[in-house]
Structure formats: structure tokens, C-alpha cells
């Protein structure tokens, strides 16, 4: 019993520096960190799909394994957002991811349906942090995520056409190549500016 009273006397500490911050808002974060594991997952599966020997595509790989650590740091971002808030971070199971894919192409084009449905989820978030006057939350959501999925989903829309355009296992072999010198989905800074 007195465990139960150390962590809820605890609990109600952390809701002292709570100011607008509604519970609406809170649990749509919540969905959105879990979202973001279940991205992260999926990318994991994915890598680890293109590195079988009988696929070896090493620049997808890569590309793949990248995203899922950026789909992590997101999580993680959100994370800290919310015990800064005063918030309770709730993570739920993560589903089996799909363990493989016919070829890129077919990986490309879930990966863009996830980031689209990630966005999407974005705004959402957005959206409601207007509806509660959460200026915080709004400018949050606009300085850390919106313009990164936008990008991240052009590059994975130019990708998708370059690999329709290429359509034969020579055309794949010279993708990954290609995938292995690029900065990936999220170019840093640096790499926008020259």
C-alpha cells in the first residue's frame, strides 16, 4: 500500500506544474508516441528484410534502419514533451510488423503510407491543440514535425517513381546504389544548404 501511496503522491507532484494542458491533448500525444514505435518497428522489420542475404540491398537497408531510428528520436521527443507538460506517457503494445516485402517498390510504397498516416495523425494533434488554445503544444507539433514529414514524404514519393521507371532487377541494383550515398529520408541542414 505504501508503494501505491509513493508513486500516486508522486503523481500528483508532477501535476502541479500542469497549465493548459488538456487531457484531450495528452492522450492524442499519447497515440501519436505509440504511433511513432509502431513506424519505428515496421522501418526495423523492413531494414533487417532488405539485409537477408537472398535480397541484399544494402543501401536500403540503410535507408530503412535510418528511418527507424528517426521514427524512435521522435517518440522519445514527444516523451519528453509530455513529462515536461505534466503529463503521463502511456506506450501500448506494438504490433507485428509485415516481415518482408515482394521488392523495394512494395516497401517504398508502405513506407509512404505510414508516413502519410503519421502526418495525418500530425495534424490531428494540431488541429485539437487549436480547438483547447494550446499555443505550446501547436508550436511544438509546427517547430519539430511538420516540415521533416513533408520532406520525408517527397523524398519517398521520388523514390517510388524512380523505382516504377526502373522495373527490372538491373533498375534495383543501381537504386540501392543510389540509396547508398544519400543523406536519406531527412537530409540534415547541412546537406540542404549546398
Same mark, same amino acid.
Given at each position: ?72 528520436? !521522435? =517518440? ?6 509530455? &513529462?515536461?507538460?505534466?503529463?503521463? /506517457?502511456?506506450?501500448? %503494445?506494438?504490433? *507485428? ?12 510504397? !508502405? =513506407? ?6 503519421? &502526418?495525418?495523425?500530425?495534424?490531428? /494533434?494540431?488541429?485539437? %491543440?487549436?480547438? *483547447? ?62
Amino acid at each position: 500500500m505504501a508503494l501505491l501511496f509513493g508513486f500516486f503522491g508522486r503523481r500528483h507532484m508532477s501535476m502541479i506544474m500542469r497549465q493548459n494542458f488538456a487531457k484531450s491533448c495528452e492522450k492524442k500525444l499519447n497515440d501519436q508516441i505509440n504511433m511513432e514505435l509502431k513506424a519505428c518497428h515496421q522501418y526495423l522489420a523492413m531494414a533487417y528484410h532488405y539485409d537477408r542475404a537472398d535480397v541484399s540491398s544494402p543501401g536500403v537497408h540503410r535507408f530503412f534502419l535510418q528511418a527507424s531510428n528517426e521514427e524512435r528520436e !521522435h =517518440a522519445e521527443k514527444i516523451m519528453k514533451y509530455m &513529462n515536461k507538460r505534466g503529463g503521463l /506517457v502511456r506506450l501500448s %503494445a506494438v504490433p *507485428e510488423p509485415i516481415p518482408c516485402f515482394a521488392d523495394t517498390l512494395a516497401g517504398l510504397k !508502405h =513506407a509512404l503510407e505510414m508516413e502519410l498516416e503519421v &502526418n495525418q495523425h500530425l495534424l490531428d /494533434v494540431h488541429a485539437l %491543440a487549436g480547438q *483547447e488554445n494550446d499555443p505550446n503544444l501547436c508550436d511544438f507539433i509546427e517547430a519539430n514535425f511538420l516540415q521533416e514529414q513533408v520532406d520525408g514524404q517527397k523524398v519517398l514519393a521520388d523514390y517510388i517513381r524512380q523505382m516504377e521507371r526502373a522495373k527490372d532487377d538491373l533498375g534495383e541494383y543501381l537504386f540501392d546504389k543510389y540509396l547508398s550515398s544519400t543523406a536519406g529520408m531527412h537530409p540534415s541542414s547541412d546537406a540542404k544548404g549546398h
